[in-house]
């Protein structure tokens, strides 16, 4: 009898386990569902970096005295620098490296223009940037007026 009761009275490592890969697929596909459907989250982070990264382009620019340039595509973008007789990555590694948009998010309503010049000075002759960030659950006008980068409205 006692032989019995101690094969009944606990469960194996191996259900044990199995319980623990269920939950944590269970766990895993609630947190990818979460995280993936939120484009506003998104939308906002790439605006607060693009927003820092034109900021550090213009204060550049504008210490330096030598012209920078924005080019972007329709998911990433990168700053470029005037060499004397070509544009080049920026020297700076975190504007000269091209930057892609988190999953989802696109520069929407693209026109021909992809190459905005950055100039020094206090009135930028190509006048002010308008970009639009678009995700299927938010879109944001954005303009960068030579200094900084803003909502559009703001």
Do not use: K
């Not at 191996?14 to 989250?41: K, M, N, Q, Y």
């Not at 906002?44 to 504008?62: H, K, M, P, T, Y």
């Not at 696109?106 to 100039?119: D, E, S």
Request: hydrophobic fraction near 45%; glycine fraction near 10%.
């Amino acid at each position: 009898m006692t032989a019995c009761r101690q094969r009944q009275a606990g469960v194996t490592l191996i259900e044990l386990l199995v319980v623990l890969v269920i939950l944590g697929v269970v766990t895993a596909s609630i947190g990818l569902s979460v995280r993936s459907g939120d484009g506003s989250a998104s939308i906002d982070r790439e605006i607060r970096l693009l927003s820092a990264r034109f900021e550090q382009a213009a204060d550049r620019v504008l210490v330096r005295g030598e012209p920078s340039a924005f080019t972007w595509t329709e998911t990433s973008y990168q700053f470029l620098e005037f060499d004397g007789s070509d544009w080049i990555p920026h020297a700076f590694a975190v504007l000269g490296q091209s930057h892609d948009l988190a999953r989802g998010v696109t520069f929407a309503g693209l026109a021909t223009q992809r190459h905005y010049i950055i100039r020094p000075g206090l009135v930028n002759a190509d006048g002010p940037l308008g970009l639009t960030l678009a995700s299927r659950e938010a879109r944001r006008m954005l303009i960068f007026d030579g200094f900084s980068l803003r909502e559009a409205g703001t």
